[in-house]
């Protein structure tokens, strides 16, 4: 069945330095995969996505790249800051209608 | 228009109940779906609608769940006989089948307890 991994310990990091979240999946061909940050009790806000024949996309601080031989994506905020701190989820879509998504990350910056 | 948006809120309920939830997509979007998340989980995904059609169902989800969008604007979610396994967030999103990036925008979501 299909099965993405995302790192379930939480991960901290001191502000100012770069936070690498790693998302890993198998059984799947996702035509692109997604990533997303959601805050307690909030609903999941959508950061970037990037697609199968995309090495790597930027968005301000916000780096992902995407490796179809390995399957697996690796998110990074450079600069952290404190108010970054949130859970990061990945997703994967394009099998159908389907998104499906990884158990988070849990990122803290301290300050 | 303020984004996506459920009711109620929260919702608590006796085992054997049957409970309904909504969910106000945003106005343009065509796309709809539901979800299910519990505690330090990822969203699961329950079903999907274009517009009024409902075109996948998760085949994890039990007879007990139907879903309904019938005027392609707002869907409504019931759980029939509900069990304690049903306690969880119920989460909503729409996106717009124009959206190249299919970003979805999901709603506060709806937390259920059953008891």
């Known amino acids: 069945s299909q099965k993405i991994e995302q790192n379930s310990e939480a991960l901290n990091i001191q502000e100012g330095k770069t936070a690498t979240l790693t998302c890993n999946y198998t059984?799947?061909?996702?035509?692109?995969l997604q990533w997303y940050r959601q805050d307690p009790g909030r609903g999941p806000v959508f950061l970037l996505l990037?697609?199968?024949?995309?090495k790597e996309k930027r968005k301000e601080r916000l780096k992902v790249t995407f490796d179809t031989t390995l399957k697996q994506s690796l998110f990074h905020i450079t600069a952290s800051q404190p108010a970054d701190s949130a859970t990061y989820l990945c997703?994967?879509?394009?099998?159908?209608?389907?998104?499906?998504f990884g158990a988070g990350t849990r990122l803290f910056v301290k300050a | 228009d303020t984004g996506v948006s459920q009711d109620p809120r929260h919702k608590i309920t006796k085992r054997g109940q049957n409970v309904t939830f909504r969910c106000d997509p945003i106005?343009?979007?065509?796309?709809l779906y539901w979800y299910r998340q519990t505690l330090g989980q990822g969203p699961e995904f329950l079903t999907y609608?274009?517009?009024?059609?409902?075109?996948?169902k998760s085949r994890l989800l039990s007879d007990r769940f139907s879903a309904e969008r019938p005027k392609g604007s707002f869907s409504t979610l019931e759980i029939q006989r509900t069990e304690q396994g049903d306690s969880a967030m119920y989460l909503c999103a729409s996106s717009s089948i124009r959206d190249r990036e299919n970003e979805q925008f999901f709603g506060p979501g709806t937390r259920l307890t059953v008891l």
């Open positions: 990037i697609r199968e024949n995309e």
């Open positions: 059984n799947y061909s996702p035509a692109y």
């Open positions: 997703a994967l879509g394009g099998g159908g209608f389907k998104t499906i």
């Open positions: 609608f274009q517009n009024e059609a409902q075109l996948e």
């Open positions: 106005s343009e979007h065509n796309r």
